[in-house]
Structures are given as C-alpha cells and as structure tokens.
C-alpha cells in the first residue's frame, strides 16, 4: 500500500501523517495568514490557529476548518444550496462524478459540503496545477483531499503526465473505493455551452488502453449537473469573449485568475443546486462491442452530456435569457413582465463593471444571455433526440 501511495506523491492529497507539519509550513507563510484571515472573520487568528493546530489528519481539517468555513460563505453568497439524485450514486464502491463546470474554485467544494450535510465520505477533487500559483496554494488545496492534473508539461511529457494521472484515478476508485470529481473538460464552459472533452475519456482510458469501455465502466461514472442561478464572474467571462475577439492572440494572467477566483468565491449566486444522473455503467453497455476506440469515446461523452443537461435546474433568468436568443416567447409563461425588466437591468449592471478599450455593449450583453440560455437549449435539444 505504501508503494501505491509513493508513487503518486507527486500529485495526491497529502497524506495523513504529513497533515500537521503541512499546517505548521501555512501557518508560517505570510500569504496564507494574509488570505485565511479574510475568510474566518471575526474569529480571531489565534483562535484560528489553535483550531487548526489540532487537525491531525485531512478528515479533521474538511471537517473544523473547511465545513464551518463554508457553510458562513453559503449563508452570505447564496439564497439556498441543494442536492438530489443521491439514489443515483452507487452503493458500497467508489464512483468518478464528472460534471459541468462553473465556478473554478466552488463547483467541487459546494460538492464536498452537500457530502458532509448528507453523511458520505468526502470525494477527491480534480485541480489544475495552472490554479497552483504559489506552493502555499498547492500545499492548502491538497490537505483539502484535492489531487494535481498536470497541465504546465511538453508534448513529450503529456502521454507518461496523462497515463500516471489514469492510474491514480482509477487507483482512487477501484483500489481504495473512494469517489474523485473531475470537471468534463479544462477550465470552465464560458458560454454555459457544456461538452464533455473526448480527451479526458481519454485519459481516463490509458490505465488499459486495450479495453477503453471496461476501464470506463470500472470508474462507475455518475455525472453531475450543477447550476447557479447566477454567476458573479458571468460580466469576467464576457470580458474575456470581447478581449479574445479583438486580440485572438490574449491569454488570461495570474492576476485574472485570482480575481476570477475571488469575485466566483465572494460573489451572491442565488439558488445553487448539484443533481446527480444516472451512473453510466448500464449505458456503456449498450455500445457494441465492435466500435472502434474513437467512436466509443465519442458515444460516451455523449451519454454524459445527455445526463448532464437533463438534469439542469433552471430560474426565470435563464428561461427570459433562451426567448432572447430565439427572439420567441416559448416560456413567457416561467416568468413574469417583472423578471424579464430584472433580467435586462441585471444584464447592463454588470456589462457596467466591464472596463476595457472599445467596450461593445450589445456583444457582450448577446454572450451575457448566451451563458444564461444556452442551457436551457442543451436541455431541449437531448429531449428532442430521445422523444421527451
């Protein structure tokens, strides 16, 4: 077991007997203390480090410090926060959640807090080792059950990186029989417009490449739909689309990530609620035996996307936001002549927080509308093809 464990020290949480010198090295960095004290007011500091002090294990740090921590931010940053489907989560094995991805930081940590509330084991969390910007964050976000996708390697380097982070997935699920989340594809869907990456079933299938449709079974898929009534880095994201179009060559900085990150973690988001599809073991199934290994990743991203959209929770704002980009009125009837006017002075408020050269007011209020409805569309669409 501790061979296992060895091998992929590199990117596992961190493990149990290396928690409390892991706190020790937070709480001597300057930065840390600089971010957690915005987050744990007003208890005092001291009082915060005593408490942290007595995590002696990952269980007891999501539980003291990460639990009371962000049931405070769910009280301020939401009206209501729910999860169904539970049924759908298989009994007495581990799982791969794979869902739609909205909120960078929040998506997965809304996911654990509804685990605790429910009494499961908390799931293993998928992160970008491009959010790692400084080694305190890595250190904090793996002592958080987070694991590291190596994202910053060569081309060279991408098959051994891909092929290491299968077997510690597939390691997670099978041989330990914990659950891990993973987001359907890198960074977040900007347009709402949510398609599972075919390479990331991919990867999921290097661990035996010779049976891409049993190693996929083995993860016991279940995918999950998350959906925020609204989205505090919604006017960010529109930003970027006008950036990107008048310069196809603009990336994003660390410093848009970290405001990304901030405005998504402090931002009011209204109702959010995380639904659970069916597992896709039976689905996969279904596949014949004599499709080829593209074709099949292709199926299966399929029936994720299936589940994924039939499961959206929708709020007036995103059916005001579909009859607007159909120029229709199909759901006048889900909202009232109030909601619509709330929906346009929502929609110009935060075009208004937008600061930049040249700034197209109706482009970014046509992508606004498009991140609120293109849901909606996705959800009619698969109940069109399968005769809803």
Same mark, same amino acid.
């Given at each position: ?143 958080? =059950?987070? !694991?590291?996708? %190596? #994202? ?7 098959? *051994? ?6 077997? @510690? ?69 529109? =930003?970027? !689309?006008?950036? %990107? #179009? ?7 900085? *660390? ?6 990150? @901030? ?126």
């Amino acid at each position: 077991m501790t061979e296992t464990i060895n091998r992929f020290n590199d990117i596992s949480p961190i493990p149990d007997n290396e928690v409390s010198q892991t706190i020790e090295r937070l709480l001597a960095n300057t930065y840390f203390r600089r971010a957690a004290e915005s987050f744990i007011k007003p208890l005092p500091w001291e009082q915060f480090v005593e408490m942290i002090r007595q995590c002696r294990t990952k269980y007891d740090f999501q539980l003291h410090i990460i639990y009371p921590a962000m049931k405070q931010l769910i009280a301020r940053t939401t009206t209501e926060m729910s999860g169904t489907g539970w049924e759908n989560i298989p009994e007495g094995k581990g799982c791969l959640f794979i869902s739609n991805h909205r909120d960078i930081v929040l998506d997965a940590a809304f996911l654990n807090i509804l685990m605790f509330d429910q009494k499961r084991p908390t799931t293993e969390i998928a992160i970008g080792d491009n959010l790692l910007i400084y080694p305190w964050i890595e250190e904090l976000v793996r002592l958080n =059950k987070s !694991f590291i996708v %190596k #994202r910053g390697v060569s081309v060279r380097q991408m098959l *051994e990186v891909s092929k290491h982070l299968s077997d @510690y997935i597939h390691d997670t699920v099978n041989r330990r029989a914990e659950s891990a989340w993973i987001a359907q594809r890198e960074g977040r869907a900007k347009d709402s417009n949510d398609k599972t990456q075919v390479s990331l079933l991919k990867m999921l299938t290097l661990h035996d490449s010779s049976a891409p449709g049993q190693e996929l079974q083995s993860l016991h898929i279940v995918p999950l739909s998350i959906s925020y009534e609204l989205d505090p880095c919604d006017y960010l994201k529109a =930003k970027e !689309f006008q950036l %990107k #179009r008048d310069n196809p060559q603009y990336k994003k900085t *660390e410093a848009d990530d970290i405001e990304n990150m @901030y405005i998504g973690i402090t931002g009011f988001k209204g109702h959010v609620t995380f639904r659970f599809g069916n597992c896709i073991d039976n689905a996969i199934n279904t596949i014949p035996e004599t499709t080829g290994r593209n074709e099949l990743l292709e199926e299966v991203a399929s029936l994720i996307d299936r589940e994924i959209y039939l499961n959206y929770t929708f709020f007036p704002f995103n059916y005001v936001a579909y009859d607007l980009m159909t120029g229709s009125g199909r759901f006048s009837s889900q909202y009232t002549d109030e909601e619509r006017l709330k929906f346009n002075t929502y929609l110009q408020g935060q075009i208004n927080k937008i600061d930049i050269p040249n700034r197209d007011d109706d482009f970014l209020r046509m992508k606004l509308i498009e991140m609120y409805g293109n849901t909606v569309k996705n959800n009619l669409d698969v109940k069109q093809v399968i005769g809803q």
